[in-house]
DNA sequence: CAAACCCCTTGATTTAAATCAAGGGGTTTT
DNA sequence: AAAACCCCTTGATTTAAATCAAGGGGTTTG
């Protein structure tokens, strides 16, 4: 049920069997179906969500309904609307399940609690957050300054398995391109061009 | 010499006097001038540099030296290349002062004790990477989803200061164009189009 | 089992932005 | 004070990617 979630947090911040009984309190399973949402745009986020098993993706929708995605969420990673997370304003992004999937979600008062009286928590979310913000650091980098193909190339060798489990639309959303500009690439990457 | 960067924690993290005092031996000053390099890709980063005044930029050169400008860094702003000052591998940013700079510089061992004995230092930190975290995502999705012109208009909207500050050319490598693609958008923008 | 749906690819055309070139004007350096 | 440099703009052309359209094939639903 928290297998993988204390087996990362452990990762980051080892802990005692007795911090491990403390923080089981503040956590709450969920388990989503495929399709279903755990976040709709316009109601306010009232969780951080880790996934044991399972993918989810978190997208925004712009005024042409077109959906641009901004992050999957596979098993070790957390995903959540952070900014309506923290402030109570609504949502700008939708979080749903591309597959079923189980999750531990921590409510906004479990957080708070936890950065209050555990401080191996507030380094977890320390080094949690830190690491996202790599990520996004890299990735902007290489949105910024990239061509189409280098683009996928990148999300390619930096996710090698996430291709076999999201559909090409959607990664192609994620790395801003069109479906039809990624199967192009894709047939030019394949036959050695 | 330090006063902008207690302002800017005790916002994010009330501190006492003491507490203020215990921070101050771990801070170092340094001062910059007009570009003048604090980092250079390829060293290692040894620090975390937070801006009392001036403007700094991180950028990475491609393989046609075109300069990628991830950051700017104002007063009352952090700027660093993380993922190097963690990992200490070498950089992969440059960072530079736009103008002359004085800047309060926390070093890898300095930030490793203040996290292990001050813990309003981790709060402070969590808060300001968390931050960072935020601006970047919003960021990402501004860039994945937007024209030119909006991504501009985003730019201004969010910095109408930077703008008086920063030669545009560096503008638009930070929002992913080229400076006569951001003149054209400038022109249109102000005849009202 | 058939209809409906979804994913993906391909072709043709359009378009937003890049690239290349040139020049005006202000600032900095010698 | 002049040369050198830098910033910015504009015009012309090219190009990478988007858009539109169409269709094949697999999966899901009724």
């Not at 990362?8 to 969920?30: D, G, M, S």
């Not at 993706?57 to 999957?72: K, L, M």
């Not at 199967?183 to 036959?191: E, M, Q």
């Amino acid at each position: 049920m928290y297998e993988l979630f204390f087996e990362e947090f452990n990762k980051k911040v080892p802990i005692t069997a007795e911090e491990q009984e403390q923080i089981k309190h503040y956590l709450t399973p969920k388990k989503l179906r495929r399709k279903q949402y755990l976040l709709q745009e316009g109601d306010v986020c009232k969780f951080i969500a880790f996934v044991e098993k399972g993918a989810l993706r978190a997208y925004s929708v712009d005024e042409n309904f077109t959906e641009n995605i901004i992050q999957f969420g596979l098993e070790g990673w957390t995903i959540s609307d952070l900014y309506s997370f923290l402030t109570e304003e609504p949502a700008v992004y939708n979080i749903d399940a591309l597959e079923d999937s189980e999750l531990v979600l921590i409510s906004k008062s479990a957080h708070e609690e936890m950065l209050q009286t555990i401080p191996k928590y507030e380094t977890y979310t320390r080094l949690n957050i830190t690491g996202a913000y790599l990520a996004m650091q890299r990735r902007i980098t290489t949105i910024i300054s990239s061509t189409a193909e280098e683009r996928y190339q990148d999300f390619i060798n930096l996710y090698p398995h996430i291709a076999q489990r999201v559909p090409q639309h959607m990664i192609a959303s994620y790395i801003g391109l069109t479906p039809e500009t990624l199967s192009r690439i894709r047939k030019k990457l394949s036959s050695g061009k």
